[in-house]
């Protein structure tokens, strides 16, 4: 996308993704950021120094649980989290935030922020008990007709108590297709394990536009440019 440029640095508004997205959690309160690099890490280290956060590497770029698995050793058990990520620049500290207290208000182990779609091909769907918790997460390849009718998807912010999530990590499986850990793997074993995981829904989906294609960087450039008018009225 970028000749080179890690995406995560590509400019949007005159600062890189990654600076909206630190700029996002910083609002909502966070009192440590811990950013997990891979491959370009060296490039995305220095387009950062300074900014106050730790980097945490990622050996190898086996998936989301794996990512976060990164992270053992520098995370109190008793710490909440909120997994972001660093291609989806638009989403809000009040949205952040918002996740954090629900999951402190429902009580539930893990939250998950989620949005309802008019089109939602391609995401992993939500699907509810009973009683509304998140009873699975089923990602678009390996649902059936009646969970792809389901428009809540799955936006790929978590919030969590660490210790309630490392131990469930260790359990988590590579999967048959791509050999990657995924973090909804771990919600599912959350859930497995008599957990309560729970579904925010965001106000405006717009904020989970991420970043993949040209097309897309150009799409949120736009969306970013009308949430600025709209400030200004």
Not at 116 to 141: H, M, N, Q, S
Not at 156 to 175: C, H, N
Request: glycine residues 10%; contains cysteine.
């Amino acid at each position: 996308m970028g000749a080179g440029t890690p995406k995560v640095l590509l400019p949007l508004g005159g600062q890189p993704l990654l600076s909206h997205v630190l700029a996002s959690v910083r609002a909502a309160g966070a009192e440590r950021v811990l950013v997990v690099v891979g491959e370009a890490k060296e490039q995305v280290m220095a387009g950062h120094a300074g900014a106050g956060v730790e980097f945490v590497v990622q050996a190898e770029q086996r998936g989301t649980a794996d990512a976060v698995r990164a992270c053992r050793g520098r995370i109190d058990p008793a710490e909440e989290c909120v997994v972001v990520y660093g291609d989806v620049p638009l989403m809000t500290g009040p949205t952040v935030r918002r996740l954090v207290e629900e999951r402190r208000r429902l009580g539930a182990d893990v939250a998950v922020l989620t949005a309802v779609l008019d089109d939602p091909f391609g995401y992993g769907r939500v699907v509810r008990d009973a009683a509304g918790w998140i009873a699975e997460i089923v990602e678009e390849r390996d649902a059936d007709d009646a969970v792809r009718q389901i428009r809540e998807v799955n936006s790929g912010f978590y919030a969590f108590v660490w210790g309630t999530l490392l131990p469930v990590l260790a359990d988590v499986r590579p999967s048959p297709a791509t050999g990657e850990y995924y973090l909804t793997d771990a919600v599912r074993a959350v859930r497995e394990r008599g957990g309560r995981v729970a579904a925010v829904s965001m106000e405006d989906p717009a904020e989970m536009s991420g970043v993949n294609t040209p097309e897309q960087l150009a799409r949120v450039e736009e969306l970013l440019e009308s949430r600025a008018g709209r400030a200004r009225r």
